[in-house]
């Protein structure tokens, strides 16, 4: 059972991880980026266009899409959650450019190496 939720140094660095991940994809640096996620066959990220289940699947489709920064965009809100000390979500609302709403949503689990995305999901936000 888990006895804490929300223990503020575990929201603080899932916080900065999180935000330091979104300044990789900005920037499109596909080796922080994919530094960030769980070297596993068990972690997962869902997109809008894609189903990657493995870490060698998730860096394989980074390599081969992203080149270069990304388009512009802003986070508009973000709640991190801290479930113990060494699992948190985080669950975000971010608008491109363009207008459009989108939500991400990430599990991060404390690794040896640090802290690591586990599951990903992206997808567009109802209109």
């Given at each position: 059972m888990i006895e804490e939720i929300d223990n503020e140094e575990t929201v603080a660095e899932v916080r900065d991880c999180f935000l330091r991940y979104n300044r990789a994809l900005d920037a499109g640096d596909v080796d922080a980026l994919n530094g960030f996620f769980w070297n596993s066959p068990a972690t997962v990220r869902f997109g809008p266009g894609e189903t990657l289940f493995g870490y060698d699947a998730i860096a394989g489709f980074r390599s081969n899409r992203w080149?270069?920064?990304?388009?512009?965009?802003?986070?508009?809100?973000?709640?991190?959650?801290?479930?113990?000390?060494?699992?948190?979500?985080?669950?975000?609302?971010?608008?491109?450019?363009?207008?459009?709403?989108?939500?991400?949503?990430?599990?991060?689990?404390?690794?040896?190496?640090?802290?690591?995305?586990?599951?990903?999901?992206?997808?567009?936000?109802?209109?």
């Open positions: 080149r270069g920064a990304g388009p512009a965009r802003r986070i508009e809100e973000v709640v991190v959650t801290a479930y113990g000390r060494d699992v948190a979500t985080t669950n975000a609302l971010i608008r491109s450019g363009n207008g459009a709403l989108s939500r991400q949503s990430q599990t991060w689990i404390r690794r040896p190496e640090g802290w690591r995305i586990a599951a990903a999901h992206v997808s567009a936000a109802p209109a």
